[in-house]
């Protein structure tokens, strides 16, 4: 066991205030330098796009707030996961008391789109969001929504393509701010960029803030070739045991002891939940709040199982966060005694918490998750934490390596120091620069192509010619090349253009589950199919049954469309056990044609193949007919994501053909296309790559 113990940090406090600000200042707050910094490059004529990369815990969204808060800027802003837009939306209201500020705020998300057409409340998503866009000042939602409407995808037939992201969005909203953005990667980049330019194009003196521990650089150099006056913003810090001017400095991180481990989560619980989870509860009581953040949602489930008994035997409460999980529990979480989540709670979200176990397979997964720990000096509930400690799960290459190059055991450090460690000790995941020209010129080509519709090609005859040019200068796409192969897509090949018009690729292996770990509507979900199959005990239900049932728990009120799902089942919780598949092909891909290995294509009679499930053949008489975006290579699975550094959710998963006993690896969706780049970069051979399709 080794440990580390790093400093309390404190961020400097502003000296200089502007008047505004003063008059409707809490008298009891005490803004940090970059809040002051971000808001007067925000209000200002010198820049169109500010980055604020203050530490985790210092007020980024305060700053991201301000001029909405101050000064009434209509805002939307943006988050990547719903756990922490609920997050910011729960903070809203004393937020706004506190600044005297009466903006009317909601909270918009697909779920909420779609029960006010349940509701009658808007016939479509283009009506509903034509409504709240009139009616609220400040909209939280995420980036998704806004890459739909950027990519006018809401409109309807009939409607000019401008009508709502253009006529309605872009001229309503002074300030669009990205928060936790450093988690995407190109795809996002290029999908954000591309609004950027259209909105610079058909409005003046809006204002772009991105919230981001570390700015990605190919954004910062796609901002910089488009010719966006930028503004990068830091925070300035004080890492010290001893307690500097509290006039001049606050503190935002508190000391903590480290301990930097090898292995998995689940297997040092059974090692240590009597001698040092436990214990930690009990000496600290009621001053006592943890969270445990696993990669997988398995994992989190049988952690549960594990632990809510024996937590319950002590008086104290366990409760699930994950993607999986209801909004309720999600809610509930946050005053349990112990939160077991997954990367939904990674992000930005405020824990009160003295005590974090988590596992990490890459640098920005162990930053961010140790960014949750000791934000607070209490519960908020009066409890005073007296000690801070976390326990980092790393694989072994990972602990060997950051105790070789800077770490010490019983050292101490700086947050700072040890985020350095961290990045160096984790190798850098792929980045994949040549996405843009490749499938990101499909999004562009699509809003330049909307741009020339009849209703509206007069009005954006200049526009056109400048985001050509722009195209071009920011990302090299050919846009008038870019349209010819978008309009060819559309007949021949239109699965494959939903896909790269998405914003993090389609979901082509949901299913929909009767979850019997809860009770009443939070029963009914999707969720992702290849998550649930390994370790999940599932029963078949079939569409019909499963609608009735859906129907019966949510008064007739499904939240999602059950016909696009590829099954549908009960589901019971995860076994202990992990269940290996493969995809079986049932195409001859020995005698396919060089060229076709390596490029994205568009397939059905696919199958799954594993053993010990007794809904499997239902399954695969469902899934057979379905068509799938894939990239298939005649390479092993582990070549491809360790060769390519591949990031270490990347979904690549094994096939076998039974024609022709054919192996190799196959990549879904997204995970299709950007497989497609990685492979074009290194030039690697999977059978050839010279066109597109064969």
């Known amino acids: 066991m080794t440990k580390i113990t790093t400093y309390p940090v404190y961020s400097k406090i502003a000296t200089a205030v502007p008047a505004e600000i003063q008059t409707r200042q809490p008298q009891t707050w005490r803004l940090s330098a970059h809040q002051i910094t971000t808001y007067e490059a925000l209000i200002s004529n010198q820049y169109d796009v500010v980055i604020n990369t203050a530490m985790t815990g210092d007020g980024k969204s305060l700053a ?196 930097i481990e090898k292995g998995k989560v689940e297997e040092w619980v059974e090692a240590y939940l009597e001698d040092r989870l436990l214990p930690f509860f009990r000496q600290n009581h009621p001053a006592a709040k943890g969270a445990i953040i696993v990669n997988s949602v398995a994992s989190a489930y049988r952690l549960h199982a594990r632990l809510a008994p024996r937590f319950k035997a002590e008086g104290l409460s366990v409760i699930l966060n994950t993607g999986l999980t209801s909004d309720n529990l999600k809610e509930a979480s946050r005053n349990s005694n112990l939160l077991i989540g997954t990367s939904t709670v990674d992000v930005g979200v405020d824990f009160r918490i003295n005590f974090l176990l988590f596992e990490s397979q890459d640098a920005g997964t162990f930053l961010q998750r140790l960014g949750r720990l000791g934000r607070h000096d209490d519960d908020g509930q009066g409890h005073a934490f007296s000690q801070f400690e976390a326990h980092a799960l790393v694989p072994n290459f990972v602990h060997e390596r950051l105790f070789a190059n800077g770490l010490t055991n019983d050292g101490e450090f700086t947050r700072e120091e040890l985020a350095t460690a961290v990045r160096t000790a984790y190798p850098p995941p792929a980045s994949f620069p040549a996405y843009a020209q490749k499938w990101g010129r499909i999004q562009a080509a699509h809003v330049f192509y909307s741009l020339h519709n009849p209703t509206v090609r007069d009005t954006y005859t200049q526009t056109r010619d400048n985001l050509k040019q722009h195209y071009w200068q920011t990302f090299h796409i050919n846009i008038i090349q870019a349209v010819k192969d978008y309009k060819e897509w559309r007949t021949d090949y239109k699965q494959l253009l939903e896909e790269a018009q998405s914003f993090r690729g389609g979901s082509p292996l949901q299913c929909g589950i009767i979850d019997e770990t809860e009770t009443g509507a939070a029963q009914v979900k999707q969720y992702n199919l290849l998550t649930l199959i390994a370790n999940a005990r599932l029963e078949w239900l079939g569409k019909d049954e499963f609608t009735a049932v859906a129907r019966r728990l949510t008064n007739d009120s499904v939240p999602f469309k059950t016909d696009d799902l590829l099954g549908w089942f009960r589901f019971f919780g995860f076994e202990q056990t992990y269940n290996p598949f493969t995809f079986s092909i049932y195409h001859p891909i020995d005698s396919w044609a060089a060229d076709r290995l390596g490029q994205p294509c568009i397939l059905s009679k696919i199958e799954l193949d594993m053993g010990g499930a007794p809904w499997l053949s239902d399954l695969n008489r469902h899934m057979r007919q379905r068509k799938f975006v894939v990239t298939l290579c005649r390479a092993a699975r582990d070549d491809l994501r360790y060769g390519f550094y591949l990031p270490p959710m990347f979904q690549i998963h094994l096939f076998r053909s039974p024609l022709d006993n054919s192996e190799g690896s196959i990549a879904f969706g997204r995970y299709a296309l950007l497989l497609n780049v990685a492979l074009e970069q290194r030039r690697f051979d999977c059978g050839g790559s010279s066109a597109l399709f064969a």
């Open 64 to 259: 991201a707030y301000m001029p909405a808060l101050v000064n009434n800027w209509p805002l939307l802003t943006l988050y990547p996961t719903n756990e922490l837009s609920r997050d910011q939306e729960m903070q809203m209201p004393s937020m706004q008391e506190h600044w005297q500020n009466k903006l009317r705020h909601i909270r918009v998300s697909a779920r909420l789109l779609e029960q006010r057409i349940a509701d009658g409340q808007a016939r479509h998503k283009l009506g509903a969001l034509d409504f709240l866009s009139t009616n609220y000042d400040l909209i939280l939602t995420n980036p998704d929504i806004f890459h739909y409407m950027a990519q006018f995808f809401y409109t309807r037939g009939g409607d000019a393509p401008d009508k709502l992201f253009v006529r309605r969005i872009v001229d309503q909203f002074a300030q669009f701010a990205f928060d936790e953005f450093h988690i995407f990667s190109t795809p996002q980049i290029v999908s954000v960029v591309n609004a950027m330019l259209l909105i610079r194009e058909v409005a003046s003196g809006k204002k772009f803030l991105f919230l981001s521990a570390t700015p990605d650089e190919q954004m910062l150099a796609y901002l910089d070739r488009a010719g966006f006056r930028v503004k990068e913003i830091r925070g300035e810090y004080s890492h010290s045991l001893i307690t500097p001017n509290k006039l001049e400095w606050r503190p935002i991180i508190r000391g903590t002891d480290i301990y």
